[in-house]
């Protein structure tokens, strides 16, 4: 092991992917569906709003970003 680099491994294709570990602890695990999960919501409540209200007034939710008129 050069400056801490492990030595080359092939790719094992033949690898059962239930071998890998997806998280180090429960809280990673936690971390990573709430944060899918807001970022669904979110795109969800835009695509309802965008198919609904947005229709009729689309400026309600919308905000002045810097530089932008």
């Known amino acids: ?3 801490r680099v492990p030595a080359y491994r092939p790719v094992n294709p033949e690898r059962d992917q239930g071998e890998a570990r997806v998280y180090l602890n429960r809280i990673e695990q936690v971390f990573i569906g709430t944060m899918f999960t807001g970022v669904f919501l ?20 919308s905000c002045i970003v810097s530089g932008e008129f």
């Open 1 to 3: 092991m050069h400056r």
């Open 42 to 61: 979110n795109a969800t409540a835009a695509k309802v709003w965008h198919a609904t209200g947005g229709r009729v007034k689309d400026e309600i939710f």
